[in-house]
């Protein structure tokens, strides 16, 4: 359980000790991630208020015995270089310009937001063997009702960003992703302190999927450019917190060609954080079955 050990003084695989592979996205940011493991590789994109290390962590102990997996971060997380542009379109980049940069075929998996720009790259980059998306968001699906609950999270979290509370601002801002037993986990074991620093990162994205023209990566006509097989994991808790989560796994799974949905009991939308185990098994089957051995 991501609790169980994330309290202790000394996680199993803390960053210090992980390797660490770089590659250069398009507009010359270089990118990061954390490397550990032996087997297919299998890179793992963090959700929108994270990092690699932050959101793949606690899932290391189940993965790296099956595959070398890279904990890469996009642009201004982690290591990895800082960039003004935080638009999904450069953070997609980010994503293409790391795997293509691993000589093998790969795996890919993304939570959350992160499962956007996984998504995105499955259909532009033949260096995608398959994909993962752990309870993706999918804009496309959003109500009148769920784009004014969603446009007051961004107002809250950038007022209290405005007044230098960042720790706050990440706490109400997790509120509308996580359910109460999620909050607790997240709260005990200092995630929501650990991400506050990626605030202003977010905040930026979410102003660019506003400004920018250019086709969302869920979007049907992207979704329908994807060939690899796609697993779309769904806590079977998470639409309690939000119908927009499974609005948005039916939305994914109706345009992508070779898409399958599971579920995983007990888990909420932070399942992957906070039930590392459950989510690993599901990845273990699926990508155990598609990526070559090296």
């Not at 890279?70 to 270089?81: A, C, I, K, V």
């Not at 752990?134 to 004014?148: G, N, R, V, Y």
């Not at 209290?160 to 992703?177: F, G, H, N």
Request: net charge negative; proline share 5%.
């Amino acid at each position: 359980m991501y609790v169980s050990y994330l309290m202790d003084e000394t996680p199993p695989h803390s960053a210090e000790e992980l390797d660490v592979h770089r590659a250069v996205s398009d507009d010359g940011t270089e990118i990061a991630g954390h490397v550990r493991g032996h087997g297919p590789p299998l890179v793992l994109v963090h959700a929108g208020l994270g990092d690699g290390v932050l959101d793949w962590d606690a899932a290391l102990s189940f993965l790296s015995d099956r595959f070398t997996c890279y904990l890469m971060s996009t642009r201004g997380r982690g290591l990895s270089d800082d960039h003004p542009d935080q638009s999904l379109e450069r953070t997609e980049e980010d994503v293409i310009a790391f795997v293509e940069s691993i000589d093998d075929p790969v795996g890919l998996a993304g939570a959350s937001g992160g499962a956007i720009s996984t998504l995105g790259a499955a259909a532009r980059s033949e260096a995608v063997a398959a994909v993962a998306a752990c309870d993706p968001l999918a804009f496309e699906t959003l109500s009148e009702e769920d784009e004014a609950r969603l446009h007051d999270a961004v107002e809250r979290m950038a007022g209290l960003a405005a007044e230098d509370k960042s720790v706050e601002a990440a706490r109400d801002w997790m509120t509308e992703w996580a359910n109460d037993h999620e909050m607790t986990a997240l709260s005990e074991t200092g995630y929501l302190e650990d991400c506050a620093e990626y605030v202003p990162v977010l905040l930026q994205t979410l102003q660019r999927i506003d400004e920018s023209d250019a086709s969302s990566p869920t979007d049907p006509s992207v979704l329908q450019q994807i060939t690899v097989p796609v697993l779309i994991l769904q806590g079977s808790e998470s639409n309690a917190t939000w119908p927009w989560f499974t609005a948005s796994v039916r939305h994914i799974e109706e345009h992508v060609a070779d898409a399958e949905v599971r579920e995983v009991a007990g888990a909420g939308h932070m399942g992957a954080w906070v039930e590392p185990e459950g989510y690993s098994e599901e990845l273990i089957d699926f990508f155990g079955e598609r990526l070559p051995e090296v």
